[in-house]
């Protein structure tokens, strides 16, 4: 890798962790491409280099996040396909819960802009593919209820998080409702024979 090319990712490092701060400090809305620039220390039009809008540094969070949780359920599956999910989705949970405002601000672009909201649902598709493959050697009748069921426990978790101030931490709110949807069901209880003197007697 040659020089240009080291001092290009370079910029492109601080850009994100520029653009990554003042989400989490002051929100979607209130960020700028402006601000995001002067903070990296970069001339505006630099970020447009390396970034086509505000929005893709977020689609690049939810690769981040949704990568993290692919190599958590490839590292569990030698536990076998149950740890396998669990781990899937408490990553998730894990990169999401490091910062609510963070979220927040990837909660807003996906819910106004379409083309984040698309990149979102093929990153997040990508996850929910191993959650069927890996549910389905657990409840193979039963796989894509169970997967859609992870997937939908940690949105609505994350959804929780992030509207509430006072919400416990992600994972938290995660760990019940993963481990009730992994449990196994119960056993119908068996049907006893009526007692001898209740049966109905044979006609000879």
């Given at each position: 890798m040659n020089a240009r090319q080291l001092a290009a990712d370079?910029?492109?490092r601080r850009l994100y962790v520029a653009a990554v701060a003042?989400?989490?400090?002051?929100?979607?809305?209130?960020?700028?491409?402006?601000?995001?620039?002067?903070r990296a220390g970069v001339a505006k039009g630099t970020f447009f280099v390396h970034f086509a809008t505000k929005d893709a540094v977020l689609v690049d969070l939810v690769r981040k996040q949704t990568a993290v949780a692919r190599a958590a359920r490839t590292a569990a599956?030698?536990?076998?396909?149950?740890?396998?999910?669990?781990?899937?989705?408490l990553a998730l949970?894990?990169?999401?819960?490091?910062?609510?405002?963070?979220?927040?601000?990837?909660?807003?672009?996906?819910?106004?802009n379409p083309a984040v909201s698309q990149d979102a649902d093929d990153l997040f598709g990508l996850v929910l593919a191993d959650l069927m493959t890996d549910a389905r050697a657990v409840r193979p009748h039963d796989h894509e209820t169970l997967a859609r069921g992870l997937m939908g426990a940690y949105l609505g978790?994350?959804?929780?998080?992030t509207s509430s101030r006072t919400a416990p931490g992600l994972t938290e709110l995660l760990v019940p409702l993963v481990d009730a949807l992994l449990r196994p069901p119960l056993a119908l209880?068996?049907?006893?024979?009526?007692?001898?003197?209740?049966?109905p007697r044979r006609r000879s």
């Open positions: 370079d910029t492109r003042l989400f989490a400090d002051a929100g979607y809305h209130a960020t700028t491409v402006d601000a995001i620039a002067k599956l030698v536990h076998g396909p149950i740890a396998a999910l669990r781990a899937t989705v949970g894990a990169e999401a819960g490091r910062s609510r405002e963070l979220s927040r601000a990837v909660l807003a672009a996906t819910l106004e978790a994350a959804f929780h998080f209880e068996p049907r006893h024979a009526p007692p001898a003197a209740h049966r």
